[in-house]
């Protein structure tokens, strides 16, 4: 802790040491006005007001040293808001889950799930090969044939453990223990029925289970273990809603015709425990939902989840003999023992507030370093603390139980270990070996536990020790924290009124005659005059420093996301406008021209000099004039600061923002310059504002995939973190995944049922707004389509608008076809000529831009792999010998294709695409391999109709297999025949303009012969 102190040799900013600044004044004094100026007294008038500024100026260093978070809290009417140009510590430092811990975290956030594991999917289904000699996939394995099996990766299982319900119980194991009578004698049965698994999927549908008539075979196997001994027959029961066949274990000494009468009594009224059962199992198909949702909503690129799936348990049991102090508490002990053992084999995943991690040493990148929880945080130790275990040794129960209060020594001690009801391993004195991916729980039913006092033994009783282990059980740290944003508050300032300036002209003395008093009717016209001209020169300082504390007091909205503000430097008045300004430079009307006009000075009663003769008139003059002031102070904006200048400095400050989070925007801004360098300020603090804006968004998510599993597939910005950064980073204005192809083109049947089958087409802004309509009537969409084609190529040149004067004496706008007949008719009207040709230069400069078709589509391999033998495969390029880097081999494993349309202005342009290409692979996860496709019109368009409905086929829950396969294979034969499109070129001629554009290798396409 830091102890706090006051410094007596503190040393003061140059800007706040008045002496300092009065030595400096005075030194300018003398270099400047040495020949009229020597009197440098502190009687002099000149050097009073020196000393006055000085002092000004000492209090704007003073005001300019305030903590940071007081000058950016300075807000009007003192009431608190957050800085939209900060990120609080939990939208800026999580991140969707990378790492196998990340996801882990997540999904223990989840209510209900208690722990979760991910592992990768070795062998996928179906397995896919590589037949190499005729150079294709296939799913059918050919023995004969020179084949390699292609292990698809990406896709993980998911293991899953449930918290215990409070009125429902344990959901990982459906075990179920009755005793029931029979021919007066008692049988204990274990029931071990179905796993959530096997029905979570049809669960809903499932109103009630029912037990079938089972055959307990009269060669049953069984088995005989020791300590104690246990003599245990296996019957099977049928659970109908399965078709499948499930275990009854009875543990008992009795003839089988006794225990299979005895299981049908009790099932014949078991309807309490077959509804219990249903509960669990519907509470369980509600906790998988949310466990899929969370998974598709954070699935990270070019990866998916195979299978989610429940606990495989080994129960274990403990036998040992354990000696104690002769005042040991015998049922507290063994409470203490199954306690803590069961903690070892089973351990919570504990949840944590920012406080207690910061006391453990954590910092805050740790903190919140992964995705984000509503329970709290999780760290890494108790992550790596709630692992499988492969191997329990007997040495680490030893230790636990020895650490216990009254434990003398573990006399002897074995373990054993069951699996569905089934012994596996019995009787290890030494290490218990533990199957794959298996967890533990303690079976307290299988354990027997001996104590010494002495040479005497002693047995626990049984009922008593389970009430103080349900006492421990309850007293344990509730590992989940109520659900909340756990975050770090945005530190908020006092607020200072860093604007608030008081005139220096309150500071002089009164026989100066400017401060509020005036001068004395007495005095002379010159020395009235003297007075007025001193009050004029002082407001050019008065004005500087005014504006400086003003510049001070907008620090904030200098840093500020706000695209509405639009200036860099700000200034305040130095008269009041009520709302606007609060200057108080005392008796300022009198140097107004206008107010002073207006008072009626042959009136005795008023006088310039005597604030108080028209204190009232001033007031009425204020807000009266109040609109009026205030739009004359906002047309002072453009002379204070031009809009190059604005550009200039705005740019600065949004790259000093984004150096904050190492990005920068060098690239695309001589990229910008070049392709226009008039709009390119403008258009750049634009692009840098949104890519600010959704910081958070595209920096946290930026490996993301999007939600396949989500409703609506189309006209939605559900898509990849990747897609929003590279849209983001290349000035692209919307990254929803909508319709490219005729991006603001809408073909409609004709709305009058005379014309019944014809269509028309409407071409439409950014806002939906018509801009212009075809005159002429089609048959079928299809001649729509390429009339489309036709406008919008005609849109493009000049020749074919023309302006047309209407019976109503407005004027209105129309495209020509190839053959000069009237093809597209505007929409609007306008008053003038004029104004229609202003129009059309817009509409013109609108349709070349055409930024409304910027985007593209991302597609993952791995979301078309094969998930059925009819799904048709990838095709490769490898030699007959496979000999290939194993990455050319699979097509599905961490590759995309980007398919982008090719027509858009920006687009055409060869540097534009250059960097395209590079940004998007600099920005794609570094495992991921990247197709890039440059598509004309016609390919884009084929390739919406198959996408979309890929996209919509996908997202069904459960997915029809069959349809799923058939829009699959007609998205791969699209895919495969996507070509990237580039300018026309020419062979060299020597005739030729020597400005031609040169050809470069894959990046041409050469014109055809006329």
């Keep these: 802790m830091q102890t706090e102190f006051i410094d007596k040799l503190e040393k003061i900013l140059p800007s706040q040491d008045y002496a300092l600044l009065r030595q400096k004044g005075i030194e300018y004094i003398t270099e400047l006005g040495q020949a009229i100026w020597t009197d440098h007294n502190t009687h002099d008038p000149g050097i009073t007001i020196l000393e006055l500024l000085c002092y000004a100026l000492s209090d704007l260093g003073y005001r300019t040293a305030f903590p940071i978070k007081d000058i950016l809290a300075e807000i009007n009417n003192d009431e608190p808001e957050k800085l939209s140009s900060f990120f609080t510590a939990r939208n800026i430092l999580t991140c969707n889950p990378v790492t196998l811990n990340d996801f882990r975290r997540l999904l223990i956030d989840i209510p209900g799930v208690k722990n979760a594991w991910l ?86 549908s499932i109103s009630a289970f029912q037990f079938a008539e089972f055959p307990l075979a009269a060669d049953a196997n069984s088995y005989i273990r020791s300590a104690p001994l246990l003599y245990q027959k296996k019957g099977s029961l049928t659970f109908q809603d399965s078709g499948e066949t499930y275990k009854v274990v009875s543990s008992s000494r009795f003839s089988t015709t006794a225990i299979t009468t005895a299981i049908h009594e009790a099932l014949g009224g078991a309807l309490d425990l077959l509804d219990h059962y249903h509960k669990s199992m519907v509470k369980i198909a509600s906790i998988f939902e949310s466990v899929k949702q969370i998974c598709h909503e954070h699935r990270n690129l070019c990866e998916d989840f195979n299978r989610i799936s429940g606990l495989d348990l080994e129960e274990i049991g403990v036998c040992a003999d354990i000696e104690v102090t002769s005042d040991a508490d015998l049922e507290d002990v063994l409470a203490h023992v199954y306690f803590e053992i069961n903690r070892f084999l089973a351990p919570r995943v504990n949840f944590y507030t920012i406080k207690e991690l910061v006391q453990s ?43 216990i209060p009254g434990v003398l020594a573990v006399k002897k001690i074995v373990l054993s270990s069951f699996y569905h009801g089934e012994i596996k391993q019995s009787g290890e004195s030494w290490c218990l070996p533990i199957g794959d991916f298996h967890a533990t729980r303690l079976s307290i039913e299988r354990c027997k536990m001996t104590f010494f006092k002495g040479l005497i033994p002693y047995f626990a009783r049984e009922d008593e020790t389970l009430d103080r282990y349900s006492e421990l059980l309850s007293l344990e740290r509730y590992n989940r924290l109520a659900a909340r944003e756990y975050d770090l508050a945005i530190p908020y300032g006092e607020n200072r009124h860093l604007t608030s300036y008081y005139s220096i002209q309150h500071e002089l003395p009164e026989t100066y005659g400017i401060g509020e008093a005036g001068l004395p009717r007495s005095v002379s016209p010159l020395r009235k005059a003297q007075a007025r001209q001193l009050k004029a020169y002082l407001l050019f300082f008065d004005q500087i420093l005014a504006n400086y504390l003003s510049q001070l007091g907008h620090v904030r909205e200098l840093f500020s996301l706000d695209p509405t503000i639009a200036k860099t430097y700000f200034s305040q008045a130095l008269y009041p406008i009520p709302d606007v300004s609060d200057g108080n430079v005392p008796n300022i009307g009198t140097l107004l021209l206008e107010f002073v006009q207006s008072l009626d000075l042959e009136q005795p009663n008023i006088d310039l000099d005597d604030p108080a003769s028209f204190r009232s008139q001033w007031q009425a003059f204020l807000q009266e004039k109040k609109t009026q002031f205030s739009e ?148 079928s969409k299809e001649k729509a389509q390429e009339a489309v084609e036709a406008a919008l190529q005609a849109v493009l040149e000049k020749a074919r608008w023309h302006v047309k004067k209407d019976f109503d004496k407005r004027y209105s706008l129309f495209v020509n076809d190839e053959h000069g007949a009237k093809f597209l008719i505007g929409d609007k009207k306008y008053e003038t000529k004029q104004d229609a040709e202003n129009a059309v230069t817009l509409l013109l400069e609108y349709f070349r831009k055409n930024t409304m078709c910027e985007g593209f589509f991302l ?42 349309p090719g027509w858009p202005e920006r687009f055409k342009n060869f540097d534009f695409r250059l960097f395209f290409e590079s940004t998007i692979r600099l920005e794609a996860p570094a495992h991921v391999h990247v197709k890039i496709c440059w598509v004309d019109r016609p390919s884009m368009l084929k390739f919406e109709e198959v996408y979309r409905p890929w996209l919509d086929a996908l997202a069904n829950e459960p997915f029809d297999q069959s349809d799923l396969t058939n829009k699959q294979n007609d998205l791969l034969a699209v895919l495969d025949t996507l070509k990237s499109i580039y300018p026309e070129t020419h062979l060299h001629d020597c005739r030729e303009d020597a400005g031609e554009r040169p050809i470069l290798l894959n990046k041409s396409t050469l014109g055809t012969i006329s």
């Design 859 to 900: 597609v993952e391999h791995l979301l078309i792999r094969p998930r059925s033998i009819g799904d048709d495969l990838l095709k490769i390029c490898v030699r007959n010998d496979c000999s290939e880097c194993s990455g050319f081999l699979d097509p599905y494993s961490f590759r995309i294709t980007v398919v982008i």
């Design 119 to 204: 592992r990768l999917v070795e062998k996928p289904d179906p397995q896919l090969y590589i037949h190499c000699d005729q150079k294709r996939l296939t799913l059918e394995e050919d023995k004969e044939a020179k084949q390699e099996e292609i292990d698809i990766q990406g896709l993980y299982d998911i293991q899953l453990e449930f918290e215990e319900d409070v009125l429902l119980g344990e959901f990982n194991q459906t075990k179920y223990r009755m005793n029931v009578i029979s021919a007066n004698r008692e049988f204990s049965l274990e029931i071990y029925l179905p796993s959530w698994d096997k029905f979570v999927t049809k669960v809903a």
């Design 361 to 403: 040493g954590y910092t805050t990148e740790q903190i919140f370093d992964g995705p984000k929880l509503i329970h709290g945080f999780i760290t890494e130790d108790e992550l790596e603390k709630s692992v499988f275990h492969k191997v329990i040794h007997v040495s680490d129960i030893i230790q636990m139980i020895m650490d």
């Design 632 to 779: 004359a102070y906002k047309k002072l904006d453009p002379l204070i600061e031009d809009e190059k200048t604005y550009h200039r400095r705005k740019n600065g400050l949004l790259d000093h923002l984004l150096a904050r989070f190492a990005e920068k925007f060098t690239d695309y801004v001589l990229l910008m310059y070049t392709l226009d360098q008039k709009r390119a300020p403008a258009e750049l603090i634009r692009d840098k504002l949104k890519f600010l804006q959704d910081y958070p968004e595209i920096s946290s998510g930026r490996g993301k995939a999007f939600n396949y599993k989500q409703e609506k597939t189309w006209d939605t910005e559900n898509v990849s973190g990747l897609q929003k950064r590279v849209a983001r980073l290349l000035g692209i204005e919307s990254f929803a995944r909508r319709t490219l192809s005729y991006c603001n083109v809408e073909i409609f049947p004709h709305p009058d049922p005379a014309h019944a089958g014809k269509y028309l087409f409407r071409i439409f802004d950014e806002y939906k707004h018509d801009l212009l309509f075809s005159k002429k009537k089609y048959n």
